[in-house]
């Protein structure tokens, strides 16, 4: 069995600050991770994806996350954030065939 | 690539009635579709998975009679939704996989169902 524990259902960072979601898995085989965001009333929009390759993962808009294998961490960083960032975001982990998402953290970014 | 559209983006319907939900793969040929509910400020569950050709394997406590899943071909999957009841409303996502057991999922835009 798989899941994701996403810490912080709610995360409020001023504009140009670093922004950090956590992300935590449970996996019995060699995870594939990924993020994904969710701006009101859309579909997921994948950020980035980690697949065994480089730990270090660099996505789209800035983002990037750490596969951290010691401690089943994937978290989600953005060294400078921007008002366009607020939304919701998902961690999730793959079994090669079913994607279990954790709970979601919104994003806020204060002006 | 791997664009996935659904239609209707939103609808309203009356309780007691059916509404049907098209999911297509613009770009490629999609092996396999899931279909997703999300609650409000919710995360996203997974309803069913359907392979073309085949009936879809539908997740624990997910009423099969109720959301009728149909995967005619590589290109198109639909979920029916019958006999409506208020507690159906719900934002609806499908997603796409190109190969089977492929890990990466495309996801379409989403459908806003609310049964007054």
């Known amino acids: 069995a798989q899941s994701v524990t996403q810490l912080g259902s709610h995360v409020s960072v001023s504009e140009g600050a670093l922004v950090l979601l956590r992300c935590n898995y449970s996996?019995?085989?060699?995870?594939?991770l990924f993020w994904y965001v969710q701006y009101p009333n859309q579909g997921l929009q994948l950020l980035l994806k980690?697949?065994?390759?480089?730990?270090l993962v660099k996505g789209i808009n800035g983002f990037e996350a750490e596969f951290k294998k010691s401690e089943t961490s994937f978290h989600l960083t953005k060294p400078s954030a921007h008002m366009s960032d607020a939304a919701e975001y998902f961690c999730?982990?793959?079994?090669?065939?079913?994607?279990?998402f954790g709970t979601g953290t919104r994003l806020t970014i204060i002006p | 690539g791997a664009v996935v559209s659904q239609h209707p983006s939103w609808v309203i319907c009356k309780s007691g009635t059916s509404v049907k939900i098209e999911c297509r793969s613009l770009?490629?040929?999609?092996?396999?579709m899931f279909w997703y509910r999300q609650f409000p400020k919710q995360s996203l569950m997974l309803m069913a998975t359907?392979?073309?050709?085949?009936?879809?394997?539908?997740e624990q406590g997910v009423e099969k009679d109720k959301f009728l899943i149909n995967h005619a071909s590589l290109t198109l999957s639909t979920l029916t939704v019958t006999s409506a009841h208020p507690e159906d409303s719900s934002f609806y996502i499908c997603?796409?996989?190109?190969?089977?057991?492929?890990?990466?999922?495309?996801f379409g835009p989403g459908t806003r169902l609310t049964v007054t």
């Open positions: 996996s019995s085989v060699p995870p594939y």
């Open positions: 999730a982990v793959s079994d090669q065939e079913k994607l279990t």
């Open positions: 359907s392979n073309e050709g085949s009936k879809a394997t539908y």
């Open positions: 980690y697949t065994s390759a480089a730990t």
């Open positions: 770009d490629f040929q999609a092996t396999t």
């Open positions: 997603s796409a996989s190109r190969t089977s057991g492929s890990y990466e999922q495309y």
